[in-house]
């Protein structure tokens, strides 16, 4: 399995996403709950159990009126490689069900909710809050039942859900390939719902080892971080900001720290 | 030989150890969580071929494309149209949840009857030949009292074959009361009007400016076309500079290269300041000034009375230093914006507050857009240009009998075109007004609403409702149970946009006429009727004059006899670039009587005798409240996951709101920390906020982007109508505002109001 | 032994004092007691091997008797000529009634299969509800153009002789779960030839992947 990361043929997708670009518009949430099924119900104010596979969060520079600043932060499931990429982000690594597990070939953190019996270590163990529980059985009210995609299993109570990169996107497009005997996929032909619904283009996705890929360029933008870097969790979402106090935000630092060697250094070489 | 007890628990242990060593255990563990798996409630979407419509959106006046997932018959996910110039593959949270709107728990699913009391939700499913017969007995009636003109029609908008044959009825059949809810637009409008003598939109080439100034303008809240303004924003990041003028830190000041926070209200100062600085520094455009402008210098008429300029006027009263005192914001400021936007290659200033669902004052408007005519940067790429309506849509004039001709000589019931007001087109804030103060009957007898929530919409909601409690019929063609249909005596429910047939002409904002036609994706959910052929029928069973007008069998086949040449590529690709559209804005010429941009609007209408009224000029309208009473200002904000029209929100957007904006059903106002350690107030803090129009329950939240003495709240919720997924939920604007009539235009110009805070 | 002496004790084994009888006793029941055993062990053991399968198992018949023999000789295209793979590369599984009345708006012959199946089916447009012998959880995604197209396997392989048939066999349905018998195989121990085509269980799927590309895959290659 180790050798498999250092083939040229793995695929490890990710996502950059823009925070100069990216306005708050909500685009990406809706355009989630869209494809994926995602439930509604009353009264969705209560963020730990509203169900969300991407949820943008609003960031402050906390300084006084009229020098304050706002960035909106979209955070989908973060699909952590883990350290040197062993391919065991932390909930892959405590699902007492393998329920969830890391694809080699892809570098995406599954979560198959039926398999799943709902003990939420995962959801525990994963420090950006990207895993969510289904409380309640779902339901979907008048006629909405009829909007509801084939190729997203609904969930129940009891299971914990999350982001998947859209992967049935992934498994219709290797369908297409397959049968035009194509060995590999195009980049368009692969888009999570969220990347193809944002109105200004925040989030671009792509295979992050693929040099002809734009992920592949952006991920090494100065201007590029990570979520919680020194956690080592070594996440496939890439953020972007010209803005030095949301790149300090991203890695939760206190006010006084200065920045260490960055990890992102340690962790690629 | 005896069996005994013993026996028995040794039959019960060779049964059990025989099971063991049978499938029964794992295969019925296996059975079983399975069964667990596949419980009845939990649905599971029926699989098929995929299919893709091509349509267009019509939940806002953005027109962008849209293509629809379709599993068999079932419309399973809307997507934007790659191909679609305005929104380029991508699209809004409200477009994306348009299915929500479709297949959703507020929808009319018949024609219905009230058979309760208004409002009380007591309904009776009738035939749509039984409603059709109801509005025509009532039409009948009034024509036959000779009060035709007492019938009044609020569509949502004023272009499109929709609007036009709603227009063309109310002409054959006697009433001047056609009526578009207000917009930003309406200002724009009446600005170009007056200032360059051209009737029709206002677009503007933000895809080619390099620099715009945005006075408070919601360029990423929902402005224009939602989406085109976010594609330009995110794509050509690097190539434009945005400077926000706004009161409070919104998404769009948030997002902008500059925000510059300004004293509420105060935006058409800041701007006559501007020019002050650009005319004193001579960077304004000296030919185009020199040569295509009337009323920059001083002047004297026919009589040789002299007049001042514009260029007098603002030297005179608006220097930096009394501006930036008005204003707030400083002289450096204001010189350092003036000369930036001067010396930008295409710069482009906009009026108009948040979204645009308020016109806003024409003054201020005309303030801002003098510095467009500054820098020379009209009907020109890159500028702001007059754009007309793309041309289709035309028929023989109606035939008008005499019961007709004498309704349409009346005045229009909501004041706009009349003597006091002889600018203004729609004034549907001033409906409630004139009704409530009506002696006697009310003058509007029978009022028709389509595309339009004004019981949600208009300002002060209360004298919206008993203005509408003295409509003795009101009939809603809305295809949801929103306020306005939930208070009418009859629905005829609509079909929704992706149910008909219907043209979207121009997207709001836009400079390149592109027509658009939403289409049929799926076949009618419910048993709804297209509004065009409802109308179509009430005009046929009139009989006589208003029959003939209508040559036309359906809706389809006037659309069709409409759109002409351009009906074949429209079915096929959904939209139709006009053709020559790049070339045609910028070959107007200024149709004012002197043929030159008027900073003084000479002949027509002049707005005022007195020259500094006359010229764009800083004279705000108070808001209502006094300082002593009501210490802070409330001011409404937009937000791109909250829709506040006439279209409520659709679950999914209201499940993307943020815990700091609605927490249960109560909505958070925005106060500055500073304000609220005055008080004493703290972050979540359940308190009543107050204003001399109503009084309602927020929770407060302590936000540093809002200034001090000011105070936020979003607009799109407190709606009482839809279904719980949205009434309920916070407090609607409109409950804690009346509306504010500009003195020159008549429209509506509140932007905020006075309040206070009571801490619960 | 005598069974009439040891009822005594027997009857007394509340009293501790009836050692060596009791013994005695123990002795004689235990064949009772382990031929109860041996009686329960048989019963259950042929209850679960021989008559559980078929109480778990109710028969159901398909709507029509459908003749793939038949329809095989007359395509040109083999299977696929009726269960073909859309442009997106998804597979269209069982034809929809538009497909079969391209055909049958009109009977092709006397069958009165082929009669019952237009004036029930085609004249009022209703859906046939056919029965699917290898219909999978919604949670699976199984992928046939990586089967057919992508690894060249034959339908057989996976469908057996289904072309060959010019019966439908009926089908079998679990009484708890509602899937079909031929997930889990005819042989209730999953042991031997599997009877039609192979048998469909995810452990199926993993063997197989195990054998052929050295990994069981992961979850999301055939989850969704």
Redesign the interface.
């Given at each position: 399995m180790k050798e498999e990361h250092g083939d040229k043929h793995t695929k490890r997708y990710g996502m950059v996403i823009d925070l100069?670009?990216c306005?708050?518009?909500?685009?990406c949430?809706?355009?989630c709950?869209?494809?994926n099924?995602v439930p509604?119900k009353?009264?969705?104010?209560?963020?730990l159990d509203?169900l969300?596979w991407i949820r943008?969060f609003?960031l402050?520079n906390?300084?006084?009126?009229?020098d304050?600043?706002?960035?909106?932060l979209p955070m989908p499931c973060q699909h952590c490689d883990g350290i040197g990429k062993h391919g065991h982000p932390p909930c892959v690594s405590v699902c007492p069900a393998?329920?969830?597990?890391?694809?080699?070939?892809?570098g995406?953190v599954?979560q198959?909710?039926?398999?799943c019996f709902g003990c939420r270590y995962c959801m525990a163990a994963c420090p950006y809050h990207a895993r969510k529980f289904n409380w309640w059985?779902?339901v979907?009210?008048?006629?909405?039942?009829?909007?509801?995609?084939?190729?997203?299993?609904?969930?129940?109570r009891g299971v914990v859900e999350k982001c998947?990169l859209c992967?049935?996107r992934y498994?219709?497009a290797?369908?297409?390939?397959?049968?035009?005997?194509r060995e590999e996929i195009y980049e368009s032909e692969y888009q999570p719902a969220c990347a193809?619904?944002?109105?200004?283009?925040?989030i671009t996705f792509g295979d992050l080892n693929n040099p002809d890929h734009a992920v592949f360029k952006l991920k090494n933008s100065p201007r590029a971080f990570r979520l919680l870097e020194r956690l080592h969790t070594n996440p496939k979402v890439y953020y972007l900001s010209s803005k030095t106090w949301v790149r300090r935000a991203g890695d939760n630092y206190l006010e006084n720290e200065s920045r260490p060697k960055s990890n992102r250094q340690k962790i690629h070489s | 030989m005896k069996i005994d007890r013993r026996s028995f628990i040794s039959l019960g242990v060779g049964v059990v150890a025989g099971t063991t060593l049978t499938p029964v255990p794992w295969k019925l563990m296996d059975d079983i969580s399975i069964w667990t798996?596949n419980?009845p409630?939990?649905?599971?979407?029926?699989?098929?071929a995929d299919t893709y419509k091509t349509s267009v959106c019509t939940l806002c006046p953005g027109g962008c494309g849209i293509q629809v997932r379709k599993?068999m018959d079932?419309?399973?996910?809307?997507?934007?149209l790659p191909e679609h110039p305005i929104?380029r593959?991508?699209?809004?949270?409200l477009g994306?949840?348009g299915?929500?709107f479709?297949?959703?728990?507020s929808?009319v699913k018949a024609p219905m009857k009230r058979v309760g009391k208004r409002g009380e939700g007591k309904w009776q499913e009738i035939s749509w030949d039984e409603a059709v017969s109801a509005v025509t007995k009532k039409l009948k009636e009034l024509r036959e009292k000779e009060k035709p003109h007492s019938v009044a029609w609020v569509a949502g908008t004023d272009k499109g074959t929709v609007p036009r044959l709603i227009g063309r009825f109310l002409t054959a059949y006697g009433s001047p009361n056609f009526i578009r809810p207000p917009s930003v637009h309406d200002a724009y409008e009446l600005a170009v009007y007056l200032m360059q003598g051209q009737e029709g939109a206002v677009g503007f080439d933000i895809e080619n400016a390099d620099h715009v100034l945005s006075f408070g303008t919601g360029l990423?809240q929902g402005w224009g076309a939602?989406?085109r303004m976010?594609?330009i924003?995110?794509?050509q990041?690097d190539s434009r500079k945005i400077v926000q003028i706004e009161t409070r830190?919104s998404?769009?000041a948030?997002?902008a290269d500059q925000?510059v926070?300004i004293n509420p209200g105060t935006e058409g100062a800041l701007a006559l300041g501007i020019a002050h600085v650009m005319i004193k520094e001579s960077l304004y455009d000296q030919s185009f000034i020199n040569q295509s402008v009337f009323g920059f210098e001083d002047w004297t008429d026919d009589h040789g009375t002299r007049h001042i300029g514009f260029k007098t006027l603002v030297r005179e009263d608006y220097s930096p230093e009394t501006v930036a005192e008005k204003t707030g914001v400083p002289k450096a400021t204001i010189e350092k914006l003036a000369r930036r936007f001067a010396r930008a290659d295409k710069p482009i200033a906009i009026s108009g507050r948040g979204e645009g669902l308020l016109p806003g004052s024409l003054s201020e408007c005309m303030a801002v857009h003098s510095l467009n005519a500054l820098v020379g940067n009209i009907n020109k790429p890159g500028g702001v240009s007059v754009t007309s309506e793309p041309e289709y849509a035309k028929w023989p004039e109606v035939n008008i009998d005499m019961t007709a001709s004498r309704g349409m000589q009346q005045p229009r019931v909501d004041g706009a075109g009349g003597s006091k007001y002889p600018n203004a087109r729609y004034l549907l804030h001033r409906l409630p007004e004139v009704i409530n103060s009506a002696k006697g009957e009310s003058p509007v007898q029978a009022l028709f609403v389509s595309d339009a929530n004004p019981l949600y919409t208009l300002p002060n909601t209360k004298a919206t409702k008993a203005a509408f409690d003295r409509i003795p019929f009101l009939v809603s063609f809305s295809s949801f149970m929103d306020e306005t249909a939930s208070h009418s005596d009859y629905i005829l429910p609509n079909h929704v946009f992706l149910e008909r047939y219907e043209d979207v002409p121009t997207p709001s904002a836009s400079v390149q006429p592109i027509i658009g036609l939403a289409k049929p994706v799926v076949r009618p959910?419910y048993n709804t009727r297209h509004v065009g052929d409802v109308v179509l029928q009430v005009a046929k069973s009139l009989g006589s004059f208003v029959e003939k007008a209508f040559p036309w069998k359906d809706y389809q086949g006037y659309l069709k006899s409409a759109l002409k040449d351009y009906w074949d590529q429209l079915e096929e690709k959904g939209f139709v670039k006009v053709k020559n559209a790049k070339d045609f804005p910028w070959a107007n010429r200024f149709n004012t009587a002197t043929g030159k941009f008027e900073f003084y609007p000479s002949a027509r209408n002049q707005p005022s005798k007195n020259d500094k009224k006359a010229l764009p000029n800083f004279s705000p309208v108070p808001i209502e409240g006094k300082p002593e009473q009501y210490p802070l200002v409330l001011m409404p904000y937009d937000a791109?996951?909250l829709t506040s029209g006439d279209v409520g929100n659709p679950?999914?957007?209201?499940?993307?709101?943020?815990?700091?904006v609605?927490?249960?059903?109560t909505v958070f106002v925005e106060i500055?920390?500073?304000t609220a350690r005055k008080i004493g107030a703290s972050e979540g803090e359940r308190a009543t906020v107050a204003t001399p129009r109503g009084r309602a329950k927020v929770r407060l939240h302590l936000f540093?982007?809002?200034?001090?003495g000011v105070i936020a709240m979003p607009k799109g919720f407190g709606h009482t109508a839809y279904?719980?997924?949205l009434a309920g939920k916070g407090v609607n604007f409109n409950d804690l505002i009346g509306p504010i009539s500009d003195p020159l235009s008549g429209l509506n110009t509140a932007w905020g109001i006075r309040a206070k805070i009571d801490r619960a | 032994m005598n069974t009439n002496d040891q009822q005594q004790p027997v009857s007394d084994t509340a009293s501790p004092g009836t050692g060596d009888a009791s013994g005695k006793g123990k002795n004689g029941s235990g064949w009772i007691i382990l031929l109860f055993f041996v009686i329960g062990l048989i019963g259950s053991l042929a209850g679960g091997w021989l008559f559980f399968p078929d109480l778990l198992y109710s028969e159901k018949q398909q709507p029509i008797d459908f003749n793939h023999k038949l329809h095989m000789g007359v395509v040109y295209e083999g299977c696929q000529s009726c269960h073909y793979?859309r442009?997106?590369?998804?597979f269209s599984g069982i034809p929809d009634l538009y497909s079969c009345s391209g055909c049958h708006q009109y009977p092709q012959g006397t069958n009165p299969e082929e009669k019952k199946f237009i004036e029930e089916y085609v004249r009022p447009n209703k859906a046939v509800p056919w029965l699917v012998y290898s219909e999978q959880?919604?949670?699976v995604?199984f992928?046939?153009?990586?089967h057919v197209?992508?690894a060249d396997m034959k339908c057989q392989t996976c469908h057996g002789k289904m072309g060959q048939t010019t019966h439908a066999r009926p089908y079998q349905e679990n009484r708890l779960t509602g899937y079909s018998r031929d997930i889990w195989g005819y042989n209730i121990a999953r042991l031997g030839e599997p009877k039609y085509g192979l048998r469909m269980k995810m452990n199926d799927c993993a063997e197989c992947h195990k054998k052929r590309t050295g990994h069981k895959g992961?979850?999301?290659?055939c989850?969704?």
């Open positions: 100069d670009k306005t708050g518009c909500g685009a949430m809706v355009a709950y869209a494809e099924n509604f009353k009264d969705e104010t209560d963020k509203s969300n943008i609003q402050t906390g300084k006084p009126y009229p304050t600043e706002i960035c909106y393998i329920a969830t597990d890391y694809d080699d070939s892809t995406v599954s198959i909710p039926t398999r059985d779902p979907w009210p008048a006629d909405t039942k009829k909007y509801l995609n084939p190729n997203v299993s609904t969930r129940m998947t992967f049935h498994q219709q290797r369908d297409k390939a397959y049968l035009e005997g193809q619904a944002c109105p200004t283009n925040a | 798996q419980w409630w939990t649905p599971v979407p029926k699989e098929g599993i079932r419309a399973v996910k809307i997507d934007g929104n593959g991508t699209l809004c949270p994306l949840s299915l929500q479709l297949y959703g728990p929808r990423l939602p989406v976010l594609n924003y995110g794509e990041h830190l998404d769009t948030a997002k925000w926070p959910v791109m996951r679950p999914f957007m209201t499940k993307t709101i943020d815990d700091t609605l927490k249960g059903q500055n920390p500073a540093e982007g809002i200034a001090p279904s719980k997924y | 793979f442009e997106d590369g998804s959880p919604d949670c995604f992928s046939h153009a990586a197209k992508g992961a979850c999301f290659q989850h969704q």
